[in-house]
């Protein structure tokens, strides 16, 4: 989503040019903040906050600007400062491509590295400013319903993985419990390394903002490898690290010697632990941050008095300083018993374990006082909903066998990273459930909100699998006779023809139950429907969806269940199944994403052929990773009373 500041003079989407102290680059606003820009900058995809007084609107610069200048330095703006003699023909490409879609008109015949290179505004450029996950220009509708179908591109990225758009909802009710946290933040060991490689990096001198991430880069590789080496083959799954993929090549490639290896990662910009990281170990005070820092060229931090000491317990490992030595110098192949000792010196599993290690983190994890106003509420609230978790002998939950829980299926889309939690969603439902059925419970009242959440959610997403996995790949599937036909094949025919009002009776079934047969699959339209039937009839909810009404889903759904009581089940279901295909539609626009489905009032149609079925289950509520933290720290009750 992109976001808008009140009173920012710049657009979600919007091109701008941004200076720093060494160069000029240009790249697109992801959203806009009291204090400047986040900028993506398109020749690396990382995204960097700026101060609105280094940032001009790509159109006002060119206004200014009335001038040539060489194609050389326009790409050089453009790719991440990379400037050649002889220009690349498939970047060179791309880059007026991106022109042209930004409304920038040039010299396209100029192609010469040295030729000067001319660009003005398209002012008959049409330009919507939709605050699209992609930021794509796009016609707005009133001008696009006078225009011919065949003028408007129908083309678009493949699918999303949340076809109804619930991920934001869910995303923000799981800030509310454990603040700081996201699925990638699962383990204690990064608290303490990047300190220690900021504080680092930041000390070297006469090198560019890039060239400081790629020696963070560098020494994160190096450090998945030594760790790797380490554990070896046998022990590769007990210590887990952002580049976990990559463990495995990582062995077979190593000899007697082992080299710095060139990627773990895919865009380890975006998706290394520099980047999944630095917002907890903000929310921890950890660091702040700095922008004049990030004004000088360096990264935008400043370590807190705690990141100091936490740094200082990375720099004490036996292997630190040798691994920047290597990774600074010449990284020539290491012996691997060399690099298996540095990898033993600094391991994640044992790096937290002491008691002065673990005081360190839990103060600022949950014992936050003088610190920033955020750090310290973030850290209240942790505390407060760990101490619930602890009561409710939860805290050491374990990955289990129950069908109910097997999988958390939507992942963030934001980023793709190796790591993210699309596997097992266990602790997240089984900790859900519990407070679900447990009002009374110490903390409970946090948690029933996320419960509800959920539970609509994969009732509503198993009514939208149901008629998924029921449309056929070819021709089209008349909406009318698939709800007769699926009320036929029923084994309780009492439920469909009874009211909503009153359909609760009949289903036998508790909430959990339902959740297990969901996250099998089994007759998913039918327990979807039981399922929000028995969420929306319990008198104790409703103050709870009250809370609600204001996400999406409640908005969906209250529509049919609430202000419709007296139509049965089998005449809500086709009402639903349009209101669900309009949601669709909006969230697929909003993500400038290709539909699944697509329905014309009558029948429905796949627009998009998918080669795995859906699956069902929680969004993620970082409790996996909350669990490999206490793990790593090997928390106990008593750690959660401050002496």
Known sequence: MIVKAVNSPFEGGELVRCREMERSWVGVVVKTTVAGLVVKEFGSNRRQAVPASRAVPFSKFLERLRRARKLKTVYAEFFGGAVFERMPQQRLRALFRLLRAYGIQFDDWRTGANDYFRMWANRAHLVCRKPTRSASASLPEEVAQWLPKWLIAEERPASSRDPLGLQAGAGKLADGLLPGLTVFTSRVGYFFFLPWVVRYVNALLGISAAERRETINRIERALVLCETLHHGEEGLRHCYHQGQRSKTGLLAQAAATASLPDRI???????????????????????????????????????????????????????????????????????????????????????????KQRVQFLEGFIFAQDDAPNVVIDSAVRRKNLDALAAARLLHLRPSEDNASR????????????????????ENVGVLLYFYTHRSAPGANSFVPAAVYELLGLAVNGIWKGLLDDVPARGRLGVTDWVVSTAGRSSIPDFWRTPLRAAAAKVRATERML???????????????????????????????????????????SATFELK?????????????????????????RKCKQQWLQGDGHDVWRTEERETPMALGFHSYRMPQLMSLARDLQLERSDLRRA
């Open 265 to 355: 990662l895919k865009n380890q910009n975006n998706t290394g632990c520099y980047n999944l990281y630095r917002n907890a170990l903000l929310s921890c005070g950890v660091w702040c941050e700095d922008d004049e820092a990030g004004a000088r060229g360096l990264l935008p931090y400043r370590l807190s008095v705690r990141g100091e000491q936490m740094a200082q317990v990375f720099d004490r490992c036996e292997g630190a300083q040798a691994l920047l030595r290597w990774t600074a110098g010449n990284t020539r192949p290491r012996p691997v018993g060399e690099l298996r000792g540095w990898g033993r010196s600094f391991c994640f599993c044992d790096l937290a374990k002491g008691l």
């Open 407 to 426: 999988r958390a299926v939507i992942a963030d889309e934001e980023m793709d990273a190796d790591g993210a939690e699309t596997a097992d969603g266990s």
């Open 515 to 557: 959740v297990g047969r969901l996250s099998e699959g089994e007759a998913p339209v039918q327990n979807g429907l039981m399922l929000a039937v028995k969420v929306f009839s319990r008198r104790e909810n409703h103050s709870v969806l009250n809370e609600l009404a204001s996400t999406e889903l409640q908005e969906l759904l």
């Open 565 to 589: 009581p007296d139509q049965t089940v089998q005449e809500t279901l086709p009402v639903l199944v349009w209101q669900l295909l309009e949601r669709h539609r909006i969230v697929s626009e």
